[in-house]
């Protein structure tokens, strides 16, 4: 019986690997990766083709040393029962190669799969989520080539923003009334709208995209001929294969778990875009699809993982809490938009915007940051450009915060010399 069973093998999977050995683990550790490429790291798929993405090289994780990795296996089933005081749970991993694993522990970092309507899956329309249909979006993607792009979340502005700086003919389709709405303020995701249009970009925000046709023989997006379509309208956690397992899930199908990770089921664990996270700064189980949650993330588990393999693993010993403190992270994203890197802390798009230094911000400087703030100047979120120390100064301050939104002076949020004593007085 293996000691634990990771099941995914993006970045969260293979940084808990490594983590259950830093943290004590001895027992065989086995690594599943439904796709045949070795662990690689996803963001740069959508902004930089080019760029090196195994996580050997780009980012010196190299899970061989710490799992026994087999690629090209998925998990296609988990059985597994509580045991009761004193018993250990029975978990077994049904994968797609016919094999079982039974574990003492499993770990579900199966991530997520992008959006496909229903009757989009044709030729000539992509979806960018791995490396394979990365290589197939950016073969068809030429100076010149027609791309219409149905999605202004973060990978269609980001896939927008590259596809015009390699030459394309891009037109960006939303159904919101901004780009990025509901994560950014509304004067900022007008400025990322502008910034694509600066490249070239054909923004069409407030536009719902009912269907895909044919005009003159080509495929087509609101009437207007294209050459390639890519449909980037969000991804739903990859947790289906489940089943009936007995983990309890979010209508989107993430694994809900607690501070450190444990789900409903002894014994099961997850981390990455395939959990959503109880935050008690929050209340909320908040969604662990964020590059940030998926590099931090299994630092936190893999301790208490660790001590759940250690045992004994009786039921009434899951309910308790682990030796180790939840970790609660503030919620954090960036985004390379066209050269511009848009850091988003919190809850940016709530509350009022506190422009720091409003000068530079009138002036259509690019180095300006946004503080969000609620009706008694605590702080929410903030979002920034070129002023990554602005970031640092205010996760310290929200993190102090039990509630993660520090009283602020809105007239030094203002200031850009002002110390970050007078930003957030009071907050250490």
């Not at 197939?136 to 202004?152: D, N, T």
């Not at 960006?172 to 509901?182: I, S, Y």
């Not at 503080?371 to 100047?377: C, R």
Request: one cysteine or more.
């Amino acid at each position: 019986m293996a000691g634990v069973v990771v099941i995914g093998a993006g970045l969260a999977g293979a940084r808990t690997c490594s983590a259950l050995r830093a943290a004590g683990v001895r027992e065989e550790v086995v690594l599943l990766g439904a796709e045949s490429d070795a662990p690689y790291d996803r963001p740069p798929l959508s902004k930089d083709p080019e760029a090196e993405v195994d996580l050997r090289d780009s980012m010196g994780i190299d899970v061989w040393s710490a799992a026994d990795v087999r690629l090209g296996v998925a998990g296609t089933r988990l059985r597994g029962r509580a045991g009761g005081p004193g018993e250990s749970s029975t978990l077994v991993v049904e994968c797609s190669d016919g094999s079982e694993l039974a574990a003492a522990a499993v770990v579900l970092a199966t991530g997520a799969d992008p959006v496909l309507p229903r009757g989009w899956a044709r030729s000539g329309v992509h979806v960018l989520h791995t490396r394979a249909q990365s290589v197939s979006f950016w073969g068809q993607v030429h100076p010149g080539s027609r791309l219409a792009i149905v999605g202004g979340g973060w990978v269609g502005c980001e896939a927008a923003a590259t596809a015009a700086r390699r030459g394309a003919r891009v037109e960006l389709f939303e159904v919101g009334a901004q780009l990025l709405g509901g994560r950014i303020p509304a004067q900022v995701s007008d400025w990322v709208s502008a910034w694509l249009a600066e490249l070239g970009v054909r923004v069409h925000a407030d536009h719902q995209v009912a269907g895909l046709d044919e005009v003159s023989g080509s495929l087509a997006v609101e009437g207007r001929a294209t050459d390639v379509v890519l449909a980037a309208l969000g991804v739903r956690p990859a947790t289906a294969w489940l089943g009936g397992a007995d983990v309890p899930r979010s209508e989107s199908g993430a694994v809900l778990v607690d501070g450190w990770g444990r789900s409903g089921l002894p014994g099961v664990f997850a981390v990455g875009d395939a959990a959503a996270r109880w935050s008690a700064r929050y209340s909320a189980h908040l969604p662990g699809g964020h590059w940030t949650e998926a590099l931090n993330a299994p630092e936190a588990l893999a301790p208490v993982v660790a001590e759940w393999v250690r045992g004994p693993m009786g039921g009434s010993r899951w309910a308790s809490a682990p030796e180790s403190a939840p970790v609660d992270p503030i919620p954090y994203v960036f985004s390379d938009l066209g050269g511009k890197m848009l850091l988003v802390l919190g809850e940016a798009a709530s509350g009022r915007v506190v422009w720091r230094n409003s000068s530079d911000v009138d002036s259509g400087s690019d180095a300006w940051t946004a503080f969000s703030v609620d009706d008694s100047d605590r702080l929410l979120g903030m979002s920034t450009v070129g002023r990554p120390r602005d970031v640092a100064v205010a996760r310290r301050a929200m993190l102090a915060d039990p509630r993660g939104a520090p009283r602020t002076d809105p007239s030094a949020l203002v200031d850009p010399a002002a110390a970050p004593a007078a930003m957030f007085p009071g907050e250490g």
